[in-house]
Nanobody, 124 residues
């Protein structure tokens, strides 16, 4: 059983930055990702990373502002978020899945394990 725990969520002014962290026993997972869900909206994929080659994928809404990375020594996944906007406000979830390819890479159906989430609030 894979267990994931996010941290780093906070309230921040628009234009600011935050770094989210996700720790867990993900050694055998083919993909790791970050998703977010705002009240009244569907969960959306934000960024993802394939374990086999470190390929990264981003939603158009965050390209150039967010960066997904992994510290392999600490087995910790990060999401660096810069130039935050009000519309980035959401609960952010870390997710892991076995798939080694890019299919459904930003789709929640491509992931089996989820953390409890960490709240990011951007104040405009």
């Amino acid at each position: 059983q894979v267990q994931l725990a996010e941290s780093g969520g906070a309230s921040v002014q628009a234009g600011g930055s935050l770094r989210l962290s996700c720790s867990g026993n993900t050694y055998n997972m083919g993909r790791l990702g970050w998703f977010r869900q705002a009240p009244g909206k569907e969960r959306e994929g934000v960024a993802a990373r394939l374990t086999r080659d470190g390929s990264t994928y981003y939603a158009d809404s965050v390209k150039g502002r967010f960066t997904i990375s992994k510290d392999n020594a600490k087995n910790t996944l990060f999401l660096q978020m810069n130039s935050l906007k009000f519309e980035d406000t959401a609960m952010y979830y870390c997710a892991a899945g076995p798939g080694a390819g890019a299919g459904l890479i930003l789709n929640s159906q491509g992931y089996n394990y989820w953390g409890q989430g960490t709240q990011v609030t951007v104040i405009s």
